[in-house]
């Protein structure tokens, strides 16, 4: 009994990962892109491009969530998200943010940018296929049979702090996606920053008012 577990479980792993083992060699994924979109990539370029891919694809725009509202200085598109019919009813999206990193919090780029497919063996066995031959091997496959492509650490494996590529299966859903983690940190730091420079703000304002009235009295 013990035997047939064991190849059962044997059979399951080769088939999530197709034998594949990480390389434990570095890769630079600012390099990468996904149907043409890199991270860090200005957002007008990035919308060109899915204009230009999905001629037939059901674009939706979502608006940007108060923080990064406060951070940017208005309302802006935070994410765009395509159902396409025709690939395996697969979507892509891309998640744009204020490049704080550089200091400038007017100019939207690319966050994070990535498909997303239903979970199955074929959809999976294809995704597996495409991704190696255009990044090359995984840099890192963990027990699940998740690929990871990055910029390793000294202990060898992707660090969930750096930017990466990863193809993850969740339960419902295949996701494969670059994500640009340095930026990630940055702007969530920046935005708090600006929530509380803010909340100062107004705070003196209302003490100036409340002096004022006093005076008055």
Do not use: H
């Amino acid at each position: 009994m013990k035997k047939l577990l064991m190849v059962s479980m044997l059979c399951a792993a080769m088939a999530q990962g197709e034998g594949i083992k990480g390389t434990g060699k570095s890769v630079d994924v600012m390099q990468f892109d996904i149907r043409g979109i890199k991270l860090g990539m200005r957002q007008e370029e990035a919308l060109k491009i899915i204009n230009e891919e999905f001629p037939n694809g059901e674009i939706e725009e979502t608006d940007s969530e108060e923080m990064m509202t406060g951070l940017y200085g208005k309302e802006f598109t935070q994410m765009v998200s395509v159902k396409e019919k025709n690939n395996n009813n697969g979507q892509f999206v891309a998640i744009f943010a204020p490049n704080v990193l550089k200091n400038k919090p007017q100019e939207l780029i690319v966050g994070s940018v990535g498909l997303r497919l239903p979970n199955n063996e074929t959809n999976l066995k294809k995704l597996q296929k495409s991704a190696v031959a255009k990044f090359g091997e995984p840099v890192e496959v963990n027990s699940r049979g998740d690929y990871y492509w990055c910029d390793i650490t000294d202990k060898k494996e992707c660090d969930e702090a750096n930017s990466s590529l990863s193809l993850n299966q969740e339960e419902e859903y295949i996701v494969f996606g670059l994500l640009y983690r340095e930026l990630e940190k940055a702007t969530f730091a920046a935005a708090r920053k600006a929530e509380q420079e803010n909340k100062k703000a107004e705070d003196s304002s209302i003490l100036n008012r409340q002096k004022e009235e006093k005076i008055k009295l």
